[in-house]
């Protein structure tokens, strides 16, 4: 694993933490906050993944 995959995972698991902690408080802009990080984690982690696929092929 990478930096960007981790950091990805991170990313996405923080952002649901705050969706769910925004829905549990009825705090609509938390909710909205957590599910935007949850996409910048999930573009930041399938770039990872993208990055840690080409190192693979390259290292053929």
Known sequence: MNKD???G???QAVG????AAGDATDN????AK???QQAKGK???NYG???NSV???IDR
């Open 16 to 19: 649901k933490a705050k969706e």
């Open 49 to 51: 993944d993208a990055k």
């Open 55 to 57: 190192a693979k092929k």
């Open 43 to 45: 573009a930041q982690a």
């Open 34 to 36: 957590g599910i935007a």
């Open 28 to 31: 609509s802009k938390l909710q």
């Open 9 to 11: 995972r991170m990313h």
């Open 5 to 7: 995959q981790v950091k």
